[in-house]
């Protein structure tokens, strides 16, 4: 049974700083591209960026690229999503998932930058 599990979310100020982790099970973890994604309140579930399999190649959405880098530790199964200069727009639940197979969602860390 494939699972994702995040975590490392939390209140933060504006131009504060976060690292969101994703531990996953159930699938071969080294073989997989992996993808962030996120859900802001009343808004459409949207790609963040994606990591290749061995974390070589990372790709982001315009608006976070220069503050949001991926990284992955395929010995520990886990993404990462470090996020610097946070901005109010930030604020969502974070979830991850395999890039080119749907399992379905964890539960997702919520983020929530704000004053």
């Known amino acids: 049974q494939v699972q994702f599990v995040e975590s490392g979310g939390g209140l933060v100020q504006p131009g504060g700083s976060l690292r969101l982790s994703c531990t996953a099970s159930?699938?071969?973890?080294?073989?997989?591209?992996m993808s962030w994604y996120r859900q802001a309140p009343g808004k459409e579930r949207e790609l963040v960026g994606h990591i290749s399999s061995v974390g070589l190649v990372t790709n982001y959405k315009d608006s976070v690229k220069g503050r949001f880098t991926m990284s992955r530790d395929n010995a520990k199964n886990t993404v990462y999503l470090q996020m610097n200069s946070l901005k109010p727009e930030d604020t969502a639940v974070y979830y991850c998932?395999?890039?080119?197979?749907?399992?379905?969602w964890g539960q997702g860390t919520q983020v929530t930058v704000s004053s």
């Open positions: 998932r395999r890039r080119y197979t749907y399992d379905g």
């Open positions: 159930g699938f071969i973890f080294s073989s997989a591209a």
